[in-house]
């Protein structure tokens, strides 16, 4: 399986079930080792207690500013919102950096005491009110994810990720839904419908393919999709036109693929890149060569060779794969690959 498929399949699992590890984690007792000598590990949960969630302990505004230091590089309000909006910044990504700072030993319920006294004290007024009405919500919404059950064999992934999004919907706007959630849902919606449309597509010229390929992709990610292709690798994106014109190639003889693959591979990575490129495919092209004669020296070996002991059958293989593959090294290597794959196909009976 190719490296960009294996990207998309592991998209779309991820986004399914993200949140039920992340509720799994969360809802341990501890983000550190336990300290019963700790006087505030009794701390009341303001989040708990109240509706709102707005009050602060004085005793954590007056901690935070030692654990979260302000240094200037703290985004402003409107940033916040501004960079969440396009997709620049991921609001749990952040919640996650601040829980990581929080005291080793500090309980689950201390580390959001932080943490809110962090926005209380670097924003103000309505801001801060509309931070933490976020958080509030959020950390109510993680609690309710422990409800979901992902190992239901009844829903396909799409209809599990469903679930999760009107769940969502029962904490938070539509707007602050989108605010937290969009791109990740974004994403989903196009790794869940990206199978129909190279269905659809399969047929059109490549050029055509890949100009409505982008099209999709704009539509699916919307103010997201400048941040996207911002953090998008090269390397991706070389894959994904390969993938794309994987049709038309195939189409082609052996000498004008090769020269229409490294028009493209020169057109991502310059003419120094597609030198090495071509050096490592010539090396994997050398090696599955290999591979394949020796496969076939071997079958040859054992079928005139019926009567060996194990230990006689194995030395002789041994012997085999090292005269073809060059070095014991890579003999040994080879053994242990078929190994490996043996005991695979093993477990999986």
């Known amino acids: ?3 960009k498929h294996i990207l998309i399949i592991s998209i779309t699992l991820v986004v399914v079930f ?57 985004l402003r309000f409107e940033d916040i919102l501004a960079k969440a909006k ?14 990581r700072q929080c005291p080793e030993g500090s309980t689950r319920e201390q580390c959001h005491e932080y943490i809110k006294a962090f926005i209380q004290n670097e924003y103000s007024g309505e801001d801060a009110k509309k931070l933490l009405n976020l958080l509030t919500n959020y950390l109510k919404y993680e609690e309710a994810m422990v409800q979901l059950d992902p190992s239901s064999k009844s829903y396909t992934n799409a209809e599990r990720y469903e679930q999760i999004k009107q769940l969502r919907r029962k904490y938070f706007s539509k707007e602050d839904a989108e605010l937290i959630f969009g791109l990740e849902e974004a994403t989903a919606d196009f790794s869940f419908n990206r199978k129909n449309f190279l269905e659809e597509t399969k047929n059109l010229k490549a ?9 999709y992709r704009k539509k699916s ?9 911002s953090r998008e690798p090269t390397y991706d994106k070389f894959e994904t036109e390969m993938d794309l014109r994987q049709n038309e190639l195939a189409k082609l003889s052996g000498g004008d693929r090769e020269s229409k693959e490294r028009e493209v591979r020169i057109r991502y990575f310059g003419k120094d890149g597609n ?3 071509e050096k490592v495919l010539k090396e994997i092209k050398e090696e599955e060569e290999k591979i394949t004669k020796l496969q076939g020296e071997e079958k040859n070996f ?8 194990e230990s006689e059958r194995e030395k002789k293989l041994m012997e085999l794969r090292t ?22 196909k093993n477990s999986g009976n």
């Open 18 to 74: 993200a949140f039920f590890v992340l509720y799994q984690f969360t809802q341990t007792n501890d983000f550190g080792s336990s300290n019963e000598e700790n006087p505030n590990d009794k701390a009341e949960s303001f989040f708990r207690t109240q509706s709102d969630g707005f009050s602060v302990d004085p005793f954590y505004l007056e901690s935070a500013k030692s654990i979260f230091t302000a240094d200037g590089q703290f």
């Open 323 to 344: 005269k073809t593959l060059g070095s014991k090294e890579l003999a040994e290597e080879y053994t242990r690959r078929l190994e490996y794959e043996n005991t695979l």
């Open 1 to 3: 399986m190719k490296p």
């Open 302 to 309: 054992l079928k005139n060779n019926p009567n060996l002991s």
């Open 275 to 277: 030198e090495r490129m």
């Open 221 to 229: 990610f919307g103010n997201y999709y400048d941040a996207v292709v």
């Open 207 to 215: 050029d055509e393919r890949i100009r409505l390929y982008e099209n």
């Open 86 to 99: 396009s997709g620049e910044l991921n609001l749990i990504s952040e919640l996650w950096n601040l829980r």
